[in-house]
């Protein structure tokens, strides 16, 4: 245990006067040997009790989003912390054959965000592989010398354990460099291993969200594309596409504005239901898509803070005065081109300067790619504006072309005789009879809710003003929700 040593500078020291002092060493062993065992027991429940502590802490931290963009940050900062490394990298699978590194916290020369490993390429898709954590504590491992390359300053030590929730891998994390400069051990792994489980069962949750959102969207943009294509009405193309969106994006507003004659015009904005030109909102939301549409690929233009981060002047002038004269804070606007030219252009817009992600990008491409192609067809249907009249004659014209001749001057005997007698005897000029009055134009009332309708405030024929209750829905389901 240890030895206990008596000296004198002026004297020499009697044998007989330490036999006092070798009593008390005999009684001082067992009781410093039994404080040592003490102190050491406690400082292992101290740690488990630690360790415990930040194993919770974890768990509340990896759980507190569901937003994988967020999430991802979250862990590797986390495990860096606790595991006093020099940086942790987050490694996802892309497919069975590839994973692709995510995140990372802190510095590592050897590879960059964004770039993959495929099976046998490294020591981490070998992880992702087996499905067995790995501990490399040897600098001079042939593992880390391919990794290094050569460079200065590389891994000398590294750990890497798979994610796997519910049976399944969702990624790997690796963990380089211990700060204190020693290796990384057995204990390390461990607590690596049981960080992993809270990590794969948070990123597990993540991925089914985005699965759901994007279930959502295809949902929504079947819907919305079944509405454009399956009617020629210009108006209700244009409300169809301004509207049907918001309910898997988050935007505040929604304008398509088409060309006509060589101009662009705006033909609809969420939630207005007639375009005044004259209106300054109006005005000013169509000089910018007027500007935006110079371009011929989409534009996102976004204003995080107090200033315009774009760096180009003319952007700075007109985004920045948009945004302060709306409180606006985010645009995307789309071209809406075929093969014959440019349709139009669709925009989104919102107060939240990151309203639109990865998943709402691709959906507004799909949809702009389906909306011009309705809108096309629908503005070439409305520019013949008597092909319902001209239909049925032509098709009359064609039956009558293709009886034969005989019966054709028979018909057009019977057709003179009738003209001559009419001519000869005219008929009254007075008709009497029942008369019904039909509507020129008829609109269709639909509510941008679905629901059941509980009361019906006004019947056919009644008169009505603008911003009169036509119907009321039933509301439970919104009060339970």
């Not at 044998?15 to 008390?24: A, H, I, K, R």
């Not at 210009?234 to 049907?244: E, Y």
Request: with cysteine; glycine share 6%; aromatic share 6%.
């Amino acid at each position: 245990i240890g030895a206990l040593e008596a000296a004198t500078f002026d004297e020499a020291i009697n044998p007989s006067d330490l036999s006092g002092l070798v009593e008390l060493v005999e009684y001082a062993a067992p009781a410093f040997s039994t404080a040592t065992r003490h102190e050491a027991e406690r400082n292992s429940h101290l740690a488990s009790i630690s360790r415990l502590t930040q194993l919770y802490d974890v768990e509340k931290v990896f759980n507190s989003t569901l937003e994988m963009d967020e999430l991802n940050p979250i862990i590797t900062a986390k495990v860096r912390e606790l595991l006093e490394a020099q940086a942790v990298n987050l490694w996802l699978v892309k497919d069975e054959q590839e994973l692709l590194l995510m995140d990372r916290a802190g510095a590592d020369p050897t590879c960059e965000v964004g770039s993959s490993e495929k099976s046998g390429e490294g020591y981490v898709a070998a992880v992702s592989d087996a499905g067995e954590a790995l501990i490399i504590d040897d600098a001079g491992d042939e593992r880390l010398q391919r990794r290094n390359a050569g460079r200065e300053g590389g891994i000398f030590s590294a750990m890497v354990a798979p994610l796997v929730a519910k049976g399944f891998e969702v990624g790997v994390i690796e963990v380089i460099n211990k700060l204190d400069g020693t290796a990384f051990d057995e204990d390390d792994l461990f607590l690596l291993s049981s960080i992993a489980e809270t990590a794969a069962s948070a990123l597990n949750n993540a991925g089914m969200l985005q699965a759901e959102r994007k279930v959502a969207i295809l949902e929504t943009l079947v819907k919305v594309s079944a509405e454009i294509t399956s009617t020629l009405d210009l108006d209700r193309v244009l409300d169809a596409v301004v509207t049907g969106p918001g309910a898997v994006i988050p935007y505040e507003r929604a304008t398509i504005a088409l060309e006509e004659r060589g101009r662009l015009k705006v033909r609809a904005i969420t939630g207005m239901p007639r375009i005044n030109p004259q209106d300054p909102n109006v005005v000013r939301l169509q000089e910018l898509l007027e500007w935006a549409s110079l371009s011929s690929d989409a534009v996102s233009f976004s204003q995080p803070g107090e200033h315009f981060e774009d760096p180009r002047p003319e952007t700075q002038a007109k985004l920045g005065k948009y945004f302060a004269e709306t409180g606006l804070r985010g645009f995307y606007a789309v071209p809406l081109t075929d093969d014959d030219g440019r349709v139009g252009t669709l925009s989104f817009e919102s107060s939240d300067p990151d309203f639109l992600g990865p998943a709402h990008l691709e959906m507004i491409k799909i949809l702009a790619s389906q909306a011009t192609v309705a809108l096309r067809n629908a503005s070439l249907y409305r520019e013949v504006p008597f092909i319902d009249l001209l239909k049925p004659v032509l098709d009359r014209k064609r039956k009558f072309l293709a009886l034969e001749k005989r019966r054709r001057a028979l018909l057009i005997a019977g057709a003179v005789a009738a003209l001559l007698f009419l001519l000869i005897f005219p008929l009254p000029l007075r008709v009497v009879g029942d008369a019904s009055v039909t509507p020129a134009q008829s609109v269709l009332i639909q509510p941008e809710v679905e629901g059941v309708v509980q009361r019906v405030n006004v019947r056919e024929g009644d008169a009505v003003i603008a911003g009169a209750v036509l119907a009321t829905l039933t509301d439970w389901q919104y009060r339970a929700q």
